[in-house]
């Protein structure tokens, strides 16, 4: 009799299989409370990133675009290019956390997609727990890097182009490509082991046979979100990509022609048509990234729904709370262009309903590896 | 393995690894340059717009929004091709549980693959011919996604039913 119909007949040796499964220290654990922790991170430096630094740093944009108007209404090319040095800083800095907050964001799903594959993959347990502990450790290290470039610079930095902050980051990156590189190896390896020995691949796992009404509704929820992000997205490319883009260059040239021809009321309002250009772009591509982004985190958190030990109801109530927030965020994030900060907050609370229903899940993830490691020590 | 699984899993692996290599082949030699680029032709639009050098202001001003267009495609790319992919694997895993024939799963899984692979493409190669031939590949790309995630989403709802 093998391992799960032992855990049939027997549900203390259910509790023991469990446990073997999601030992302390083993890489699934590590992968499952590291992915949401970075996951939760990244979503708390967007929500404070959005709140603020994206606005007013989008302000300084557009006031160092209307300083270039004016000197080339003043004929000072000096002046003109000095403003789009300032605009590159302006950009590096909102790029850079972006980048950060992005990147936080897709290693956590990494993490928990490389926990949910842990059983398929062929190797000794150490090697699976230093794989874990070196993505975790690149997954850290490069945003943390990314984050730091805008302050950082090239201070005392060996290269000429390259600073501290640049290198860490690239480290962070190579760390998390090699593991991801060893764990496919490793998910070849296991794959065709049990394909020669005609072992059906998934049969044992009790994350992917779990029909839970949290984890179905988190599956059917998030498959709609995506949908509906691309949805979006394909409206948005039919109907406005070609036409902002043809807006955009327009603008550009209005804003120069007009300052040079000293028609500078009509070059600032130029100005500031082109801000408000560059807001419906931003706002549409946000949505329709975060309603995507928030399907597959809705997908993700259900396979993982048996490890949550809650009861019944918390489940539900948190999974709904996850995809209702998941729907606000990016919907009001597009009626921040007609709204404006009342979309916005009401955008930062859909934010906060997601990060609250995933730090519900992982203190329930934290209770569940107690449960297990109680009934490990009583064996 | 369901051969839908399979088609998913791995497809989407090598999806998200093309997309990756790609990514590293476009940062390296692409991306940098084409940005400083772009951030030079915008400077030198207005510069030169200051200098009363209204042909050459203008020339560079095009010659930014031309950037400015291959970048965006290309960035898409990269990222839809990343993203598709663990989309496709993550749906793989998830893919026994949905209710439907046999036949038809296999069918949507085809749609969500070869979606996945020609929406991108289509994008990709609107950077080299800005005709109508890549933007209907585009489009019968994210149709085809479109197709098989609607049908994947009615499966996971009718296994609830």
Same mark, same amino acid.
């Given at each position: 009799m093998n391992a799960p119909d032992n855990a049939i007949n027997d549900p203390s040796s259910a509790v023991l299989q469990q446990a073997a499964d999601f &030992?302390?220290? !083993?890489p699934r654990r590590m992968l499952v409370i590291g992915g949401i922790a970075l996951i939760l991170a990244g979503m708390i430096l967007g929500d404070i990133f959005a709140a603020f630094i994206l606005h007013p740093n989008a302000g300084r944009i557009g006031a160092a675009l209307g300083s270039a108007t004016q000197a080339v209404a003043a004929g000072d090319p000096q002046t003109a290019g000095a403003a789009f040095a300032k605009i590159g800083g302006r950009l590096e800095n909102r790029g850079t956390k972006v980048d950060a907050h992005a990147h936080m964001i897709s290693f956590g799903y990494l993490a928990l997609l490389l926990a949910l594959l842990q059983p398929l993959v062929a190797f000794t347990e150490q090697r699976k727990k230093f794989l874990a502990q070196l993505f975790l450790l690149g997954a850290t290290l490069l945003p943390i890097g990314v984050f730091l470039i805008h302050y950082v610079g090239?201070?005392? !930095?060996?290269l000429e182009s390259i600073g501290w902050a640049s290198i860490f980051a690239d480290l962070g990156g190579a760390f998390v490509l090699l593991a991801c590189l060893a764990e496919l190896f490793g998910l070849w390896r296991g794959v065709r082991l049990r394909v020669s020995q005609r072992s059906?691949?998934?049969? &044992?796992?009790e994350l992917l046979t779990d029909r839970s009404w949290s984890s179905r509704v988190l599956l059917s929820g998030g498959t709609l979100l995506i949908l509906l992000g691309f949805l979006h997205g394909s409206y948005y490319a039919a109907a406005s990509l070609y036409r902002n883009e043809t807006r955009d260059s327009e603008l550009l040239t209005a804003m120069t022609v007009n300052a040079a021809g000293k028609n500078l009321a009509v070059a600032n309002l130029a100005v500031l048509d082109y801000g408000q250009l560059q807001g419906a772009k931003a706002v549409n591509i946000a949505a329709h990234s975060h309603v995507i982004e928030f399907g597959i985190l809705a997908i993700l958190v259900a396979f993982f729904q048996p490890y949550v030990f809650l009861e019944e109801k918390w489940k539900k109530i948190w999974a709904v709370m996850l995809l209702a927030g998941s729907l606000a965020l990016p919907l009001f994030v597009l009626m921040e262009f007609r709204w404006g900060l009342l979309a916005g907050g009401l955008a930062d609370m859909g934010g906060l309903l997601v990060i609250c229903a995933l730090f519900a899940m992982l203190v329930g993830i934290w209770r569940h590896t107690g449960k297990l490691d109680a009934a490990g020590g009583n064996s | 393995m369901t051969a839908p699984r399979k088609l998913l899993i791995i497809g989407g692996l090598a999806l998200a690894t093309w997309g990756m290599g790609y990514g590293i082949y476009y940062a390296v030699f692409v991306e940098h340059q084409t940005l400083d680029g772009l951030g030079g032709a915008l400077a030198t639009g207005f510069m030169r717009a200051a200098e009363r050098r209204m042909p050459e202001s203008q020339a560079a001003l095009s010659d930014a929004a031309s950037r400015s267009f291959v970048y965006v495609r290309q960035v898409d790319a990269h990222g839809h091709w990343i993203g598709l992919g663990l989309l496709l694997v993550i749906l793989g895993i998830a893919?026994?549980?949905?209710?439907?024939?046999k036949r038809t799963r296999f069918l949507l899984a085809l749609a969500l693959f070869f979606g996945s692979l020609l929406f991108p493409l289509g994008v990709l190669l609107e950077t080299w011919n800005r005709g109508s031939g890549p933007q209907a590949i585009a489009v019968v790309g994210s149709a085809l996604v479109i197709i098989g995630l609607c049908g994947t989403a009615w499966g996971f709802a009718c296994a609830d039913l």
């Amino acid at each position: 009799m093998n391992a799960p119909d032992n855990a049939i007949n027997d549900p203390s040796s259910a509790v023991l299989q469990q446990a073997a499964d999601f &030992a302390p220290l !083993s890489p699934r654990r590590m992968l499952v409370i590291g992915g949401i922790a970075l996951i939760l991170a990244g979503m708390i430096l967007g929500d404070i990133f959005a709140a603020f630094i994206l606005h007013p740093n989008a302000g300084r944009i557009g006031a160092a675009l209307g300083s270039a108007t004016q000197a080339v209404a003043a004929g000072d090319p000096q002046t003109a290019g000095a403003a789009f040095a300032k605009i590159g800083g302006r950009l590096e800095n909102r790029g850079t956390k972006v980048d950060a907050h992005a990147h936080m964001i897709s290693f956590g799903y990494l993490a928990l997609l490389l926990a949910l594959l842990q059983p398929l993959v062929a190797f000794t347990e150490q090697r699976k727990k230093f794989l874990a502990q070196l993505f975790l450790l690149g997954a850290t290290l490069l945003p943390i890097g990314v984050f730091l470039i805008h302050y950082v610079g090239l201070k005392w !930095s060996p290269l000429e182009s390259i600073g501290w902050a640049s290198i860490f980051a690239d480290l962070g990156g190579a760390f998390v490509l090699l593991a991801c590189l060893a764990e496919l190896f490793g998910l070849w390896r296991g794959v065709r082991l049990r394909v020669s020995q005609r072992s059906p691949i998934t049969a &044992a796992d009790e994350l992917l046979t779990d029909r839970s009404w949290s984890s179905r509704v988190l599956l059917s929820g998030g498959t709609l979100l995506i949908l509906l992000g691309f949805l979006h997205g394909s409206y948005y490319a039919a109907a406005s990509l070609y036409r902002n883009e043809t807006r955009d260059s327009e603008l550009l040239t209005a804003m120069t022609v007009n300052a040079a021809g000293k028609n500078l009321a009509v070059a600032n309002l130029a100005v500031l048509d082109y801000g408000q250009l560059q807001g419906a772009k931003a706002v549409n591509i946000a949505a329709h990234s975060h309603v995507i982004e928030f399907g597959i985190l809705a997908i993700l958190v259900a396979f993982f729904q048996p490890y949550v030990f809650l009861e019944e109801k918390w489940k539900k109530i948190w999974a709904v709370m996850l995809l209702a927030g998941s729907l606000a965020l990016p919907l009001f994030v597009l009626m921040e262009f007609r709204w404006g900060l009342l979309a916005g907050g009401l955008a930062d609370m859909g934010g906060l309903l997601v990060i609250c229903a995933l730090f519900a899940m992982l203190v329930g993830i934290w209770r569940h590896t107690g449960k297990l490691d109680a009934a490990g020590g009583n064996s | 393995m369901t051969a839908p699984r399979k088609l998913l899993i791995i497809g989407g692996l090598a999806l998200a690894t093309w997309g990756m290599g790609y990514g590293i082949y476009y940062a390296v030699f692409v991306e940098h340059q084409t940005l400083d680029g772009l951030g030079g032709a915008l400077a030198t639009g207005f510069m030169r717009a200051a200098e009363r050098r209204m042909p050459e202001s203008q020339a560079a001003l095009s010659d930014a929004a031309s950037r400015s267009f291959v970048y965006v495609r290309q960035v898409d790319a990269h990222g839809h091709w990343i993203g598709l992919g663990l989309l496709l694997v993550i749906l793989g895993i998830a893919f026994d549980r949905v209710a439907l024939r046999k036949r038809t799963r296999f069918l949507l899984a085809l749609a969500l693959f070869f979606g996945s692979l020609l929406f991108p493409l289509g994008v990709l190669l609107e950077t080299w011919n800005r005709g109508s031939g890549p933007q209907a590949i585009a489009v019968v790309g994210s149709a085809l996604v479109i197709i098989g995630l609607c049908g994947t989403a009615w499966g996971f709802a009718c296994a609830d039913l």
